[in-house]
C-alpha cells in the first residue's frame, strides 16, 4: 500500500557537465520497512543544453491518396521550430518531420495537427524537446491534370483540294495517372475531312 508514497531520487543539483556516477536513495517510505535499492548508482551524462532552429519537412504518404490523385504544395501554420536538449542530441538532428497519412483513397484535402519528429540521417529519432510541439498541415489534393497544346490532324482529304485547319481551343487539360500525363507534350485531334469541300467549320469530338 506504500509503494505509492514512495520515490528513488538521484540528485544532481551539485553536478557540473560529465560523467557521474549518481547514489540513489529513496524518501517516503515508511522508516519501520528496510530498503535495498539494486542497482544502488546509476550513471548520468550531463551535457549543456543548446537551442537552433529548424525547418519542418513535411513527410505524406501519398500511396493512401484514391488512383489518380495527386497533393499539392502543404501550407503550414508555421515553417520553423525551435529545438533544444543536449548539445550532442541537438548536433546530430538532420531534420524535423510532420508525418501525413492520410486515410485511405483520400480524394478530399487534408488538414490536420500533426506531432513533429527530430530525427538524425539515419531517421533515428532523437530525444529533444521541440517547440511548438505539433503544426497544422492544409494539403490540397487533386485528381492529376496537364494542360496539353491541340494539335490537329488530317484525315480523309479529298483530292484536288488544299485544307487549312484552325481551331480556337488552343490547349485542353486532360486528367489520369502522373506516369501517363509525364508521356504527354500535345493532345492530337483528328479531323476527318471526307465531306468537306468548301471552307465550313466543324465540331469534332475529342
Known amino acids: 500500500v506504500n509503494t505509492l508514497n514512495f520515490r528513488i531520487i538521484g540528485d544532481l ?3 557540473s557537465t560529465g560523467t557521474h556516477t549518481v547514489k540513489l536513495k529513496q524518501t517516503g517510505n515508511n522508516k519501520e520497512i528496510s530498503v535495498k535499492i539494486e542497482p544502488a548508482t546509476i550513471k548520468v551524462k550531463i551535457e549543456k543544453k543548446v ?5 519542418i519537412q513535411v513527410n505524406v504518404n501519398e500511396e493512401n491518396l484514391a488512383t489518380d490523385y495527386s497533393i499539392g504544395n502543404p501550407k503550414l501554420s508555421q ?10 542530441a541537438v548536433n546530430a538532428v538532420s531534420q524535423v518531420i510532420a508525418t ?3 486515410a485511405k483513397d483520400t480524394k478530399k484535402d487534408i488538414s490536420e495537427e500533426v506531432l513533429l519528429q527530430a530525427v538524425d540521417s539515419a531517421g533515428k529519432a532523437l530525444n529533444v524537446l521541440i517547440s511548438p510541439q505539433t503544426v497544422n498541415v492544409k494539403i490540397a489534393v487533386t485528381m492529376n491534370k496537364k494542360a496539353l497544346p491541340v494539335s490537329l490532324e488530317k484525315t480523309g482529304a479529298v483530292s484536288g483540294y488544299q485544307y487549312t485547319l484552325t481551331t480556337d481551343t488552343q490547349n485542353v487539360t ?9 508521356k504527354l507534350s500535345s493532345l492530337p485531334v483528328t479531323v476527318d475531312l471526307s465531306d468537306v469541300t468548301s471552307s465550313t467549320t466543324k465540331t469534332v469530338k475529342i
Open 13 to 15: 543539483t551539485k553536478l
Open 79 to 88: 515553417d520553423v521550430v525551435e529545438v533544444s536538449g543536449a548539445k550532442s
Open 51 to 55: 537551442t537552433k532552429n529548424f525547418p
Open 100 to 102: 501525413v497519412d492520410p
Open 174 to 182: 486532360v486528367y489520369g495517372k502522373q506516369q501517363t500525363l509525364a
